[in-house]
């Protein structure tokens, strides 16, 4: 039964003096929309606390969006933290909404944003708050429809049973469609099974319920999805795409918040999109093709958006800033725009050539704290393995520069586990931290004072669906651990620091990635058992996510390691980003033989299969070098 | 090393003291009272940045706005009496400044009173050194009279120790208690209390806490905290935050 929609803070307040961070429950704030008058209402949940889900740019963009369409409104919901959801439980608060403060099982439509793997037993603590049932089966006709989408909605399958409907690819257009779907088919009164099937027929609209997976040859064991008996859907799903990208609203962030959040800064999101190609990465598969903003277009919008805000920082988000074929001008041109006022200008992620340290001055002004830069892999075989097209030389000149430039603090992104690693690959990780090291000694001086450091940080691989990786088994917990020993050992100056990724937390995330639908019945455990706030390292229960496998007879190595036939079925087949599956097993091939790829914004088109699935080509304002 | 020794200030730029310092009073109102001091502050920022005041950027590495604010208050306390002080680059109507921040302001933070005051005052938080505070304890298991004798009994002690997390704090109850009054309301007890900045501050909940303690009851149901009013205590009078400034002005204190 659907509950009644009311406000019901006052039932929240009293609980506010005894919760850490009280601010969290507070809404209000300047640029939310707080006129909710609907009729049709649909609630943004991004399944972790206030802090972390209110910088998302997802959330934000689909949030405006629907808010803008006469007769609909859209609010926001976090989750709770524990102290909070405790004393809500004790008291018999539901879930309820920001803005509205309305409980969440009052809804037309809940949206939840898959933001990454580990948000899955929050989406469970969310509904089970919110007095929803966990599964679509489970729900009643008048229950809101349960939608998702976001990043990890690649490969959705662990939590198919939870989503009524899925949105593939960007949501700006069919997030409107799908809430008017479901308000029209409400409104004739058609029952819950047949708004899903309506559902179903909008383009990039994947409902689980309607596909069943078969365990048959040709398939792994998780099985593949296919379209049950008699229903009308596609064998595939394909992703939607927004083609003239900067035909939408540059400056997505409206709400300004009143708490100190993780990313405190206004965000633009300056192109979308990547084709550099690395093979390990998925938003480099899912978000084709590259589509970027006109640099006068960026340059304004921050200006305003800044204005708008009151915000002191502006940061220049994508996939790949530094690749927009404007980047220098933006940057110059931002800085004259905002000289004086007090404003920091970043990027998120740095180029790796001389030309990444030219735009990281230019953001950086006078200041030079650290500089961060991705190799991924400690040798040229291995980086030519997942497609990083940098080399030794790249690297070098770009740490040369960067401590000509003043920086004294390096920071080095590297990855473990890749497919054909050895030994030597991660004695490589070692001395390419040396060398850098050395530079910086060649450059500033070898005294202590000198305050040179190179720091590395060492992530496990993840295979993830969509990338030419798919096919790969983790590395085992033990060989990481041995091989984490063994760059230990090699490194011998102390001004190189080391730090890992958790193993355990990859390993869930990397059991998670494999699964298929079968995944579901390992979230539900976990969650049962008491597992929430996966990603937070303070909250991570490895032992619980262990025995619930344990429950369910699976080990979480032996799920997360196994490799897949490069012919079989994948669980995640009947979903697409537009990139062809032959374009990923080419890519696989050559990635085992070693031989690199090219970016199809700087050479010609590399046959992924995105432009002619989906209809859209990569739009890039000028020539990129 | 360029730039050694000292090279001086170019001689168009004023000195932090010559610049115009603009004194804005605001509430914290409804729920905004569980906003904590450091979100204010970011808060409070924003709002001057969207009011597009004049403000002058301090030259640290953080490129702060130059700006100054009260005691914190307690998370959970409401106010009708705080403070900030803003360095402009160029005078503007105090009005004007007051009109244009209000329209960038969330209600519940609203600005109500703007004027310029001298530069060379003392920090705002180290000057504002005296606050009344209005509490309302709902369903006390006391009634006023109990409450002052409460009051009085902890004075006697002399200090007051609490937890603070895992740090505990010592109040000098003395040096920090100026005042205190209790009425019985229907629903409980009202009071007003007079605090001094003298070391650790007295928070009244504290205080309340300990009144609960001498006294063997239990703790009311809630406790309503409003700071309404603050002032700088100066050779025996109070000094308002307007002023006016000079040594012969302000309340005499009795």
């Known amino acids: 039964m659907r509950a009644k929609r009311e406000n019901l803070f006052h039932l929240l307040e009293p609980l506010l003096p005894q919760v850490e961070h009280p601010a969290r429950y507070l809404d209000h704030e300047w640029g939310s929309v707080q006129d909710q008058e609907g009729p049709f209402h649909l609630c943004m949940v991004y399944a972790d606390v206030y802090e972390v889900g209110q910088p998302n740019l997802g959330v934000a963009i689909l949030y405006n969006q629907v808010n803008e369409q006469e007769g609909m409104s859209c609010e926001r919901c976090y989750l709770p933290w524990k102290d909070m959801a405790e004393l809500m439980r004790g008291s018999g608060v539901p879930l309820l909404s920001l803005e509205g403060a309305a409980p969440l099982a009052s809804f037309d439509a809940i949206g939840f944003t898959l933001a990454h793997e580990l948000i899955a037993t929050n989406v469970l603590e969310a509904l089970d708050l919110a007095g929803i049932a966990l599964t679509s089966a489970e729900r009643d006709e008048d229950d809101p429809i349960i939608l998702a989408g976001g990043p990890s909605a690649w490969n959705c399958e662990p939590l198919a049973d939870v989503f009524d409907a899925v949105l593939l690819g960007d949501g700006e257009e069919s997030i409107v469609e799908v809430c008017a779907c479901i308000r029209d088919a409400r409104a004739e009164g058609v029952p819950r099974a047949e708004v899903l099937r309506r559902l179903a027929r909008v383009p990039g609209t994947y409902v689980p319920s309607l596909y069943e997976v078969r365990v048959d040859e040709g398939a792994t064991r998780w099985g593949r999805a296919v379209p049950r008996a008699g229903e009308d859907v596609p064998q595939v799903v394909l992703k939607r795409c927004v083609n003239d990208f900067a035909a939408t609203p540059p400056v997505a962030q409206r709400i300004v918040p009143y708490m100190g959040i993780v990313q405190d800064r206004l965000s633009l999101e300056v192109l979308r999109g990547c084709a550099r190609g690395c093979r390990f990465c998925q938003a480099g598969m899912t978000y084709r093709p590259v589509r970027e903003r006109p640099a006068e277009q960026v340059v304004s919008a921050s200006v305003e958006g800044l204005l708008a805000s009151g915000h002191n920082e502006i940061s220049l988000t994508s996939l790949s800033t530094t690749d927009h074929s404007q980047c220098a001008r933006i940057l110059n041109d931002m800085n004259e725009a905002l000289d004086g006022k007090g404003i920091r200008v970043s990027i998120p992620s740095q180029r790796l050539d001389s030309f990444g340290v030219e735009m990281a001055a230019a953001v950086a002004g006078g200041k030079r704290g650290g500089l961060t830069f991705a190799p991924e892999a400690g040798s040229q075989r291995l980086r030519d393995v997942i497609n990083k097209n940098v080399s030794e030389e790249d690297l070098e000149r770009a740490a040369r520069n960067a401590f000509e430039g003043g920086w004294r603090r390096m920071k080095l992104y590297f990855m473990m586990g890749l497919p054909t690693e050895t030994d030597e690959d991660v004695v490589g990780i070692a001395r390419m931290a040396e060398r850098v090291l050395e530079i910086g000694r060649e450059v500033v001086g070898r005294g202590p004072k000198s305050g040179v450091s190179v720091s590395i940080s060492v992530a496990v691989l993840v295979p993830k669906a969509y990338t030419a990786f798919q096919w790969a088994g983790q590395l085992h917990p033990d060989e990481v651990r041995r091989r984490q020993q063994l760059l230990l050992s090699e490194i011998r100056d102390r001004a190189i620091r080391v730090s890992y990724h958790d193993a355990d937390v990859s390993l869930v995330e990397g059991a998670l990635s494999k699964m298929g639908r079968a995944g579901f019945a390992l979230v539900r455990r976990a969650w049962e058992l008491g597992c929430s706030f996966d990603a937070w390292t303070s909250e991570f229960r490895f032992d619980l996510w262990c025995r619930a496998a344990e429950e369910l007879g699976l080990d979480l190595a032996d799920v997360a390691c196994e490799e897949f036939p490069l012919s079989a079925a994948l669980p995640w087949d009947h979903t697409s980003p537009g990139v062809s599956k032959g374009f990923l097993q080419r890519e696989w091939l050559r990635a085992v033989e070693g031989v690199t790829t090219p970016d199809c914004t700087r050479e010609s088109c590399v046959g992924c299969g995105v432009c002619p699935a989906l209809h859209v080509r990569n739009v890039i304002q000028g020539v990129r070098s | ?254």
């Open chain 2, 1 to 254: 090393m360029t730039g050694q020794p000292y090279e001086g200030r170019p001689q168009d730029m004023p000195v932090k003291a010559e610049l115009p310092r603009l004194r804005v009073e605001y509430v914290k109102d409804s729920r905004l009272a569980f906003l904590g001091h450091l979100d204010l502050i970011a808060t409070v920022e924003r709002c001057i940045r969207r009011a597009r005041l004049p403000f002058s950027i301090g030259n640290g590495f953080a490129r702060r706005l130059r700006i100054q604010f009260t005691q914190a208050l307690p998370v959970g306390a409401s106010s009708s009496c705080e403070y900030f002080d803003l360095r402009l680059t160029e005078p503007i109507e105090a009005e004007e400044a007051l009109e244009r921040l209000r329209r960038a302001t969330p209600p519940a933070l609203a600005p109500s009173r703007a004027a310029y005051v001298p530069g060379r005052l003392p920090a705002l938080e180290a000057w504002l050194d005296r606050s009344t505070w209005e509490l309302e304890a709902l369903a006390a298991p006391y009634d006023a009279r109990d409450a002052e004798r409460g009051v009085r009994e902890v004075l006697e002690r002399g200090e007051l120790t609490y937890l603070r997390g895992e740090k505990e704090k010592r109040v000098d109850v003395a040096a920090t208690l100026a005042g205190f009054e209790a009425r019985d309301v229907e629903g409980g007890v009202a009071m007003t209390l007079d605090t001094r900045l003298s070391g650790c501050a007295l928070r009244p909940q504290v205080l309340l806490d300990a009144v609960a303690d001498v006294l063997g009851t239990g703790r009311p149901r809630a406790l309503r905290v409003r700071r309404t009013a603050q002032a700088h205590e100066e050779n025996g009078r109070l000094v308002e935050p307007f002023g006016p400034f000079d040594q012969t002005g302000g309340t005499p204190l009795s």
